[in-house]
C-alpha cells in the first residue's frame, strides 16, 4: 500500500511513523491513553446534556482548493487548512458529513454530524431524512 500512496503522504508517513522518526512505544501508549480519556470526556459530556449527535461546519472557514498550501493555527500549531483535527475522529465516534451548500465560487460546503460510538443507526437515519430534505449535492466545478 505504501508504494501506492502520494508523494506528500509517503513524506508525512516517513517523518511520522517510520523508523527512525517512529514514535516510542511509551508515546504510543500514552497516545492511547490520551485518546481513551476523551472518549471519556466526550461520552460524559454527551450523556450531561442529553445530546444524541451534534451537527457543525466540517471545516472553519470557506474550504481551500486542494492546490492552496495555506497554512492554519490549530491549537497553537500551524497545520494545512486540510488537515485540520477533527472531534469525531480524534474520539472514535460516529460521522457523518452531508453537502450544505456552495461558496460562492461553487466549492462544496459540508456539514458534520457526530454521535457516539455505536449510534450509527440513529445517525444514519437522521443523514437520510436530511438528504431527501436537502437534495443531492452538485459536483464541484473542474479545478484547473
Not at 481513551?36 to 481551500?64: E, F
Not at 449510534?119 to 473542474?142: C, F, I, K
Request: aromatic letters at 4%; proline letters at 8%.
Amino acid at each position: 500500500m505504501f508504494a501506492q500512496v502520494g508523494p506528500s503522504m509517503k513524506t508525512y508517513i516517513e517523518t511520522r511513523a517510520l523508523p527512525p522518526s517512529r514514535p516510542s512505544r511509551e508515546a504510543y501508549e500514552a497516545a492511547l491513553a490520551r485518546r481513551d480519556q476523551l472518549k471519556a470526556t466526550v461520552r460524559d459530556w454527551y450523556s450531561q446534556h442529553n445530546i444524541l449527535m451534534l451537527a457543525h461546519p466540517v471545516i472553519m472557514g470557506l474550504p481551500p482548493k486542494m492546490s492552496d498550501r495555506s497554512e492554519t493555527e490549530v491549537g497553537g500549531q500551524k497545520c494545512r487548512d486540510r488537515a485540520q483535527h477533527r472531534l469525531g475522529v480524534c474520539a472514535s465516534m460516529s460521522s457523518l458529513v452531508l453537502p450544505a451548500g456552495e461558496t460562492p465560487s461553487g466549492l462544496p460546503v459540508g456539514l458534520e454530524f457526530d454521535a457516539l460510538s455505536g449510534q450509527d443507526r440513529e445517525l444514519l437515519s437522521v443523514g437520510l431524512s436530511l438528504e431527501a430534505t436537502l437534495g443531492r449535492a452538485n459536483r464541484p466545478p473542474l479545478l484547473g
